[in-house]
T-cell receptor, first 115, second 115 residues
Framework: EDKVVQSPLSLVVHEGDTVTLNCSYEVTNFRSLLWYKQEKKAPTFLFMLTSSGIEKKSGRLSSILDKKELFSILNITATQTGDSAVYLCAVEAGDSGGSNYKLTFGKGTLLTVNP | GAGVSQSPSNKVTEKGKDVELRCDPISGHTALYWYRQSLGQGLEFLIYFQGNSAPDKSGLPSDRFSAERTGGSVSTLTIQRTQQEDSAVYLC?????????????FGPGTRLTVT
């Protein structure tokens, strides 16, 4: 059974802190790993990672994938109160032909950034 | 305890046909969400239910899409006159409290292919 585990489950920091969120996975026929930010309802897509060791960066957010150790981290530097959200990790798996495609989500990390 | 279940897991249908997707949330969860994940793209929110009512239908992409929830439990997402662009994985999630997306538990998804 495919599995995605995120840690920590929740995290409280002060503005300006740097945070690292973790996502580990066990899936068959890995294709990509995705990070989302979810506030009120709809998760917002952040990154898609397919290759090991290549950092993806967007402003204060960055993420990297380690396909050997089967994990990814999401870093947020100089956190702001607007970063408070649930951060979801999901792993896309399936064969190259596109069949048996499956998306498995972790339960998320609740980040609270206090002023 | 059973998690969120969805059926069918895979559905192939011809363009123009109607399809009905089912979601069984975790027992006791008041909030239920439908999302769509197109291959290689981000997660798209469709609709959420609080009990049997749907306060937010803003994500439904067209009037061919509708959803209902009965008894505060099972939900069905119906797509009429399916089009090829409807092909995607349809994800359902439930949460004990719609006030926060935290503890949102996802089902395995229904992979819809419109030929």
């Amino acid at each position: 059974e495919d599995k995605v585990v995120q840690s920590p489950l929740s995290l409280v920091v002060h503005e300006g802190d740097t945070v690292t969120l973790n996502c580990s996975y066990e899936v068959t026929n890995f294709r990509s790993l995705l990070w989302y930010k979810q506030e009120k309802k709809a998760p917002t897509f952040l990154f898609m990672l397919t290759s090991s060791g290549i950092e993806k960066k967007s402003g204060r957010l960055s993420s990297i994938l380690d396909k050997k150790e089967l994990f990814s981290i999401l870093n947020i530097t100089a956190t702001q109160t607007g970063d408070s959200a649930v951060y979801l990790c999901a792993v896309e798996a399936g064969d190259s032909g596109g069949s048996n495609y499956k998306l498995t989500f972790g339960k998320g990390t609740l980040l609270t950034v206090n002023p | 305890g059973a998690g969120v279940s969805q059926s069918p897991s895979n559905k192939v249908t011809e363009k123009g046909k109607d399809v009905e997707l089912r979601c069984d949330p975790i027992s006791g969860h008041t909030a239920l969400y439908w999302y769509r994940q197109s291959l290689g793209q981000g997660l798209e929110f469709l609709i959420y239910f609080q009990g049997n009512s749907a306060p937010d239908k803003s994500g439904l992409p067209s009037d061919r899409f509708s959803a209902e929830r009965t008894g505060g439990s099972v939900s069905t997402l119906t797509i009429q006159r399916t089009q090829q662009e409807d092909s995607a994985v349809y994800l359902c999630a439930s949460s004990p409290d719609s006030g926060s997306p935290y503890e949102q538990y996802f089902g395995p998804g229904t992979r819809l292919t419109v030929t």
